[in-house]
Structures are given as C-alpha cells and as structure tokens.
C-alpha cells in the first residue's frame, strides 16, 4: 500500500460525519488516483468513481449528472446511510468550482450525507479555484512525488535507479529501453505539464520562456542562479519579476523550486536568489545525453543528482507538515538545505561527491543562528538510503 500516512488521513476523515469536501492535488503520477482506490476498497461507506478523462472541457453538466448518480444511489439506501462521490482530474471542466458550491451547499441544505473526494493534477489550478468559490467548504492534501520507499518497494527500484529514474510510477516499466523512457518522461509528463497544466494556472504570455527557464533550472539543480545572471542565458527577454512569477508556476506544478535563502527576516528571503531544485530527478536525466551508466561515471554529475534527490525527498515529504525548506550561503560559505518548523532550525549538509563551488557552513550558520539539530548526509553520515526512509518531521 502505498501513500500510507495519506491512507490513514483520508480514511480518517471520511469516516467522520459530512462536514468538509476533501481534495488531493498534487502532480501528474503522483498517485493520487491509486491512493483513493485503496481507500474505497478498504472504506465501509459506498461509492461512486467517475474521471474527467473523456469529458469536454465545458461540460459541467458532467459534474450535475455524476453527483445526481451518487444521490440516487444514496437515496435508494433510504438515506440512512453515509455514500461517497469521488470526481477525479476534476481541474479539467471549466468553471467546475461553481457547480461543486451549488451542489454541495444544495446537500448541506437539504441534509443530505453525500460525503465528496475531488482529485486534481494541477495543484495551484486546483487551490486557486476552491479557495476563490468553496472557502470554508474544503480541507486541502497535496500530494507529492512517490518516494524512494514507495518506489523500492513497488518496483524494486535500487537507490542508483532511485536517483537516476526517479519517482515516476509509470514510467517504472520501460526503465530498461532507456530512449523510450526519456520519451516518455519528455512527451507524456514534461510537455503535458509544462505546456498544458501550467498553462492552465495562469496567464502566460512568453511559453518559450517559461520552456527555456524549466530547462535551465533543471539543468542547474543544486545551484543558486541570480535572475539577472539567468535572463543572460535566456533566449527569449523577459524580466526577473517574470521569471519569479513562472519559477512559482513551475513549483506549484509539482516540478520545479526555487529554494530561498534562509534570513531571520523574512521580507529578505523573497529578494534572494533562488537555488534551483527539481521536484523528481528523472526531470534532470530524461533532458541529458547519458545513460545510467555513463550517469554513474560523470562523478560530478552523480552527486548533483543524490545532492538533488535529497532536496526532492525534504520540499516532497514536507508536504501538510508546516514544515519549510531552504537553503543558507553567505560569502563562501553555504549550507544545502535548512528545514525550518515552528522557530526550530535544522542544518542538513549532503556530502555527495559534487565538485562544490562553496565550503561547508554549518558551523558558521550555527554561529549565526539557534540550530537544533545538524545533519550530514552521504559519506560519513547518514547513508543515503537511510534518509531517504526518514520523514522530516524525524528530523526534529
């Protein structure tokens, strides 16, 4: 079973009395729809699943037809008992916000227990709309990429093709036709979520821009990157409020962070230069030239992607936790990842065998900072496999 601590958090709620819609976001293959299947097939509550998969985008109607289903089916029970209505991919039917508002405020009127799950693959597009129309109606799960854990598990994934092929699960299948893979990451996930899903969230007025900065991020993951020295590299000119703006697309998208530089003010972290961290490693190989083998050869290259998969595992696994990740660098100095919870400040250093281009600093941030606990990661430390069965919250 996989998901586990989402399980156990959806089960828990839907067995409570009608009270909120619950929606899980979350990126593409991130396990959302598999997840609710487990918890339909282990809940005592009936229910009715239908996806958008083949609906036009403008039939709302569509969300009537299939929420009248669930009533009917309900209602033949003589209302006495608690029926679940699932709609998944729902982002996908325009205006679908307004539709959900009526029919659920209809039930809450009329006392009718229909308890509702809504699934979406865009997660910004999703918490904008419900938090524009359904506030007060909703609790929230984001749902990040599957984990080193769920990977090994599932497909018997070894930590070397954990950090080469990452946490896609359907992409598992083809990892030994290494081109078809790339394909498919690049085809089917990337261009579906870059030029579709992002597109969707927001305006965007320069595609080729936000394309080019998606493709320079990943390939600096790791790295921290000024706006000014990145439109440099662009092709297409833009401004940095521009660039912030689609960084912040490409991270509620589920695959591309800017990280922020830690600060006792946090005004100042906002004017920082980010530090580029993709959201699942196989966005940086699917996009280069080289094979697993060749990967594990290139001894920098190999680092950047364990550096960059730890920093994937903390922003994905520190999801509905309130826990925040950054980074710290001052002159020479710098610190990878500084995990942030209620005040509580915990330094964590990967030592990966990337050439580095700054010093270790975590005594230096110590001295600057209260530091609750400081961490090392790789060689010498916590062996790689070991942190990736960590949550952060152990951390603390």
Same mark, same amino acid.
């Given at each position: 079973?996989?998901?586990?601590?989402?399980?156990?958090?959806?089960?828990?709620?839907?067995?409570?009395?009608?009270?909120?819609?619950?929606?899980?976001?979350?990126?593409?293959?991130?396990?959302?729809?598999?997840?609710?299947?487990?918890?339909?097939?282990?809940?005592?509550?009936?229910?009715?699943?239908?996806?958008?998969?083949?609906?036009?985008?403008?039939?709302?109607?569509?969300?009537?037809?299939?929420?009248?289903?669930?009533?009917?089916?309900?209602?033949?029970?003589?209302?006495?008992?608690?029926?679940?209505?699932?709609?998944?991919?729902?982002?996908?039917?325009?205006?679908? &916000?307004?539709?959900?508002?009526?029919?659920?405020?209809?039930?809450?009127?009329?006392?009718?227990?229909?308890?509702?799950?809504?699934?979406?693959?865009?997660?910004?597009?999703?918490?904008?709309?419900?938090?524009?129309?359904?506030?007060?109606?909703?609790?929230?799960?984001? +749902?990040?990429?599957?984990?080193?854990?769920?990977?090994?598990?599932?497909?018997?994934?070894?930590?070397?093709?954990?950090?080469?092929?990452?946490?896609?699960?359907?992409?598992?299948?083809?990892?030994?036709?290494?081109?078809?893979?790339?394909?498919?990451?690049?085809?089917?996930?990337?261009?579906?979520?870059?030029?579709?899903?992002?597109?969707?969230?927001?305006?965007?007025?320069?595609?080729?821009?936000?394309?080019?900065?998606?493709?320079?991020?990943?390939?600096?993951?790791?790295?921290?990157?000024?706006?000014?020295?990145?439109?440099?590299?662009?092709?297409?000119?833009?401004?940095?409020? &521009?660039?912030?703006?689609?960084?912040?697309?490409?991270?509620?998208?589920?695959?591309?962070?800017?990280?922020?530089?830690?600060?006792?003010?946090?005004?100042?972290?906002?004017?920082?230069?980010?530090?580029?961290?993709?959201?699942?490693?196989?966005?940086?190989?699917?996009?280069?030239?080289?094979?697993?083998?060749?990967?594990?050869?290139?001894?920098?290259?190999?680092?950047?992607?364990?550096?960059?998969?730890?920093?994937?595992?903390? +922003?994905?696994?520190?999801?509905?936790?309130?826990?925040? +990740?950054?980074?710290?660098?001052?002159?020479?100095?710098?610190?990878?990842?500084?995990?942030?919870?209620?005040?509580?400040?915990?330094?964590?250093?990967?030592?990966?065998?990337?050439?580095?281009?700054?010093?270790?600093?975590?005594?230096?941030?110590?001295?600057?900072?209260? &530091?609750?606990?400081?961490?090392?990661?790789?060689?010498?430390?916590?062996?790689?496999?070991?942190?990736?069965?960590?949550?952060?919250?152990?951390?603390?």
């Amino acid at each position: 079973m996989y998901k586990r601590k989402y399980f156990k958090n959806i089960f828990t709620r839907l067995n409570e009395p009608r009270k909120f819609l619950q929606v899980l976001a979350g990126p593409r293959q991130s396990g959302k729809t598999t997840l609710i299947q487990q918890v339909i097939k282990e809940i005592k509550i009936p229910s009715h699943y239908a996806t958008t998969d083949t609906v036009d985008a403008d039939s709302s109607i569509w969300i009537e037809q299939q929420w009248e289903i669930a009533r009917l089916k309900l209602k033949s029970s003589g209302l006495k008992k608690d029926f679940l209505l699932v709609l998944d991919e729902i982002q996908k039917i325009r205006g679908w &916000t307004e539709t959900v508002k009526k029919l659920w405020d209809e039930d809450t009127l009329n006392k009718i227990p229909l308890k509702v799950v809504l699934l979406g693959s865009s997660p910004l597009l999703i918490q904008k709309g419900i938090t524009e129309t359904l506030a007060g109606r909703f609790e929230l799960i984001r +749902i990040p990429h599957w984990s080193y854990s769920e990977m090994s598990e599932a497909f018997n994934f070894n930590l070397d093709q954990y950090f080469y092929f990452g946490g896609y699960p359907g992409a598992s299948s083809l990892i030994k036709d290494n081109e078809r893979w790339k394909n498919y990451i690049k085809d089917s996930l990337i261009e579906t979520t870059v030029s579709r899903d992002v597109f969707m969230m927001s305006r965007v007025d320069k595609p080729a821009l936000l394309k080019r900065l998606f493709e320079i991020g990943c390939q600096y993951s790791g790295q921290i990157l000024s706006f000014n020295k990145m439109l440099g590299q662009l092709q297409d000119a833009g401004n940095t409020t &521009t660039l912030a703006h689609y960084l912040e697309l490409l991270s509620s998208a589920g695959m591309l962070k800017g990280l922020q530089k830690y600060t006792a003010q946090k005004t100042r972290q906002k004017a920082s230069s980010p530090k580029f961290q993709v959201l699942n490693t196989s966005l940086i190989t699917a996009q280069t030239g080289k094979n697993l083998k060749e990967a594990k050869l290139d001894f920098n290259f190999w680092g950047r992607l364990a550096e960059s998969a730890v920093g994937a595992h903390l +922003i994905n696994e520190s999801l509905n936790t309130g826990i925040e +990740i950054y980074y710290w660098r001052e002159r020479n100095k710098e610190v990878d990842f500084i995990a942030e919870r209620g005040g509580q400040l915990v330094a964590i250093e990967v030592k990966s065998g990337k050439k580095r281009l700054a010093l270790p600093g975590i005594q230096e941030f110590s001295n600057k900072f209260k &530091t609750h606990k400081k961490f090392l990661v790789g060689k010498g430390g916590i062996e790689f496999k070991e942190f990736f069965e960590l949550s952060p919250e152990d951390l603390f």
